[in-house]
């Protein structure tokens, strides 16, 4: 293993653990939010949800996705779970200041969701999967909650994007401590070549059973984007 290797592959460890979304987690929300809000636009409307439906929210981070779900659908219940205590008070706090009152944030780890078979009638996961240890996992235990027939959409960078979508990506992801440069290779080496693209998300999607899966696409967001079916 050479030396960039070995680098790359210890900052793909810190970007996945615990310890560093308790820490920077505050930082992240901030500027995440403006870089992918349309992708957040387009979720919500591809999320049919009926009156008295349930959605689950799979890291929630500060609980963005979930709050439009819920305040676009007064009579769902969503249910976002992360498995950050810092993310979880982030959403909370955030909840309070809205007045949303048809959500909720709880702990949970997407590797052993503590909830029955079958309980939820929807789920999203919006640029969680490629910190899971094991994807084809997690997006099985998303399935055992989720009832026969419920729609899932999970979205994650995209690993194929090219230099100029990842540029352009950065100008609305600033981070004003870190140099251009060095924001360019972190996210090329670190966030988005270390992630999925559309045919690799949808075959862990089929691997994990679920099926009829279709790609959504969000200009000027380089995220892939895959609704599926249980």
Known sequence: MNFQHFFISSLIRLRDSRLLWEAMGAIYNQRIYK?????????????PLDEGDSLLDVGTGRGYIAMQLAAKNPGARITGIDYSSRQIREAQKLQK????????????NVMNIRFPEE???????????KHWPDAVRGLAEIRRVL????LL???ETDQGASEAEIRRFMNRF???FVPDRLLFWGLRNVIFGQSFTQASLADALKTAG????????VSEVPYVTVRAVK
Request: hydrophobic residues 50%.
């Open 174 to 176: 600033k981070v004003w």
């Open 147 to 150: 009832k026969p027939g419920a």
């Open 119 to 129: 309980v939820f009638d929807a789920a999203v996961s919006i640029g969680s999967i």
């Open 97 to 108: 200041q809205k007045k949303v009152l048809n959500c909720a944030f709880t702990l949970g």
């Open 153 to 155: 959409i999970v979205s």
């Open 35 to 47: 870089a992918i809000s349309d992708l957040y636009d387009e979720v919500v409307r591809q999320m």
């Open 210 to 217: 679920f099926r009829r899966m279709e790609g959504l696409c």
